[in-house]
Antibody, heavy 122, light 113 residues
Framework: QVQLVQSGAEVKKPGASVKVSCKASGYTFTSYGINWVRQAPGQGLEWMGWISPYDGNAHYAEELQGRVTMTTDTSTSTAYMELRSLRSDDTAVYYC???????????????WGQGTLVTVSS | DIVMTQSPDSLAVSLGERATINCKSSQSVLYSSSNKNFLAWYQQKPGQPPKLLIYWASTRESGVPDRFSGSGSGTDFTLTISSLQAEDVAVYYCQQYHSTPRSFGGGTKVEIK
């Protein structure tokens, strides 16, 4: 079945970096975009950005520009999200989510990973 | 950037009664070339990732009960649960995917009265 399986929880110190993985299975990895969404404790959903596994093209939320990098490895059907210079307010559950295909009208988020808790604390 | 505003923040509805959630976008999310509204609704239960309920503002995802319906166009949208069931207790989010950043509304918590 189609699924996204994310890496496990992380605890990081302020100023460090974290890299979360999202392994896809059950579909052709390069045919669908991967979005990253985060959710701080008790808060709503925040869209972080999107990457095309087909060509590596990525779009990031403006407030994360310069701190976030999204990449993919097509040989293992895995997407990665790296966030640098971590702050306490980066503490959140990070989700990867697959869209419905390349057409703009298919950009809703059909399939979600289980989430990865990243805790930033000194 | 398109700002999504949901209302109310929370609502309590009796079992079997109707729940209505509103979502307003700061700009139209109607994609002219396809005449589709690029607006989705998600349901999130505690400890779980969000689940896609509705896309194109009014198209139910496969397997979603027909008590869930979406309506609206342009900048004003509504999610309706026609007869609230206990398993519908959750937080509901709207999201526009017309342009990046693909912003979410703040969420509406639905509880049983």
């Amino acid at each position: 079945q189609v699924q996204l399986v994310q890496s496990g929880a992380e605890v990081k110190k302020p100023g460090a970096s974290v890299k979360v993985s999202c392994k896809a299975s059950g579909y052709t990895f390069t045919s669908y975009g991967i979005n990253w969404v985060r959710q701080a404790p008790g808060q709503g959903l925040e869209w972080m950005g999107w990457i095309s596994p087909y060509d590596g093209n990525a779009h990031y939320a403006e407030e994360l520009q310069g701190r976030v990098t999204m990449t993919t490895d097509t040989s293992t059907s895995t997407a990665y999200m790296e966030l640098r210079s971590l702050r306490s307010d980066d503490t959140a559950v990070y989700y990867c989510a697959r869209d419905g295909g390349w057409l703009p009208e298919l950009a809703a988020l059909w399939i979600w990973g289980q989430g990865t808790l990243v805790t930033v604390s000194s | 950037d398109i700002v999504m505003t949901q209302s109310p923040d929370s609502l309590a509805v009796s079992l079997g009664e109707r729940a209505t959630i509103n979502c307003k976008s700061s700009q139209s999310v109607l994609y002219s070339s396809s005449n589709k509204n690029f607006l989705a609704w998600y349901q999130q239960k505690p400890g779980q990732p969000p689940k896609l309920l509705i896309y194109w503002a009014s198209t139910r995802e496969s397997g979603v009960p027909d008590r869930f319906s979406g309506s609206g166009s342009g900048t004003d949208f509504t999610l309706t649960i026609s007869s609230l069931q206990a398993e519908d207790v959750a937080v509901y989010y709207c999201q526009q995917y017309h342009s990046t950043p693909r912003s979410f509304g703040g969420g509406t918590k639905v509880e049983i009265k």
